[in-house]
């Protein structure tokens, strides 16, 4: 039987689930109207921008967790929403929709994911990061990301009259970016944040409450309850809008799940 003190963190980690998710879409749907502004192409901007914008809950999650000296936690969120992004979402959406994939995506950005998954298992194998291998890994991060943007600024002429399926609709509109998105972008950032405290404040709580290996909680519990909610909303647009993805909007889902999982292994553990 649940007693009333863990029902009440149950319920304050799902309200930090749902704030994380809330402050990730304004961060992103504001960040990419910016991406657009300076004629990111469709590509790029699955790969960086809307793969930066939506790992915001786990980078906040993984540095607070770090900063507060639970490591376990840390890496167990970074390597459980790897897992959950690239096998069970993209599974998941592929199963209702047809998904096609750039030819780049696979020949360059696939050899960029499985040498990150190498690198980054070979760092973790003695359980634990050193301050050097931290920056060896975030540089090659910075350099990628790099490389990226400067040789992914060829959009396409046209715009995908409808962007669903968990992409955020900014792709969709006008190419301007008002004081009013500015706003939006500070306002999902500090919800983001202060989100992020709470829930790894509540996770540790409970995990210590359950006797549970942190590692296991921070791996599991905390990405099934983020992204079923995720893959509710994307199975529900897919099997409304079609059987397949038009080419800009695979590109963008396809490229988004490749950039979370190199910013998972290479960002946030480094």
Do not use: C
């Amino acid at each position: 039987m649940v007693s009333d003190g863990a029902a009440v963190q149950i319920g304050i980690l799902v309200a930090t689930v749902a704030g994380l998710w809330i402050g990730a879409r304004l961060l992103v749907d504001s960040v990419i109207r910016l991406a657009r502004r300076l004629g990111l192409s469709e590509l790029t901007i699955g790969l960086t921008v809307v793969a930066a914008g939506t790992s915001t809950p786990e980078l906040v999650v993984t540095a607070d967790a770090a900063l507060a000296g639970l490591g376990a936690i840390a890496v167990g969120n970074v390597v459980g929403s790897n897992i959950y992004n690239l096998a069970f979402i993209l599974g998941v959406v592929s199963l209702v929709r047809v998904i096609p994939i750039e030819r780049s995506l696979v020949h360059r950005d696939g050899v960029v994911l499985v040498a990150s998954t190498l690198v980054g298992a070979a760092v973790m194998f003695d359980r634990t990061v050193v301050r050097v291998e931290g920056a060896v890994l975030l540089v090659s991060f910075v350099a990628y990301t790099a490389y990226l943007l400067r040789t992914g600024d060829d959009p396409p002429d046209t715009v995908p009259s409808s962007v669903r399926g968990g992409i955020p609709t900014a792709l969709t509109e006008r190419v301007t970016f008002r004081g009013r998105d500015a706003v939006l972008l500070v306002l999902g950032l500090a919800v983001v944040l202060v989100s992020g405290d709470l829930m790894v404040e509540t996770a540790s709580t409970l995990a210590r409450a359950a006797v549970i290996q942190p590692v296991s909680f921070g791996s599991v519990a905390l990405e099934s309850v983020a992204w079923l909610i995720v893959v509710a909303g994307v199975v529900v647009a897919a099997l409304w809008t079609g059987r397949k993805l038009s080419r800009p909007e695979g590109a963008v889902f396809a490229a988004s799940e490749v950039g979370r999982w190199v910013l998972g292994l290479l960002g946030l553990v480094g």
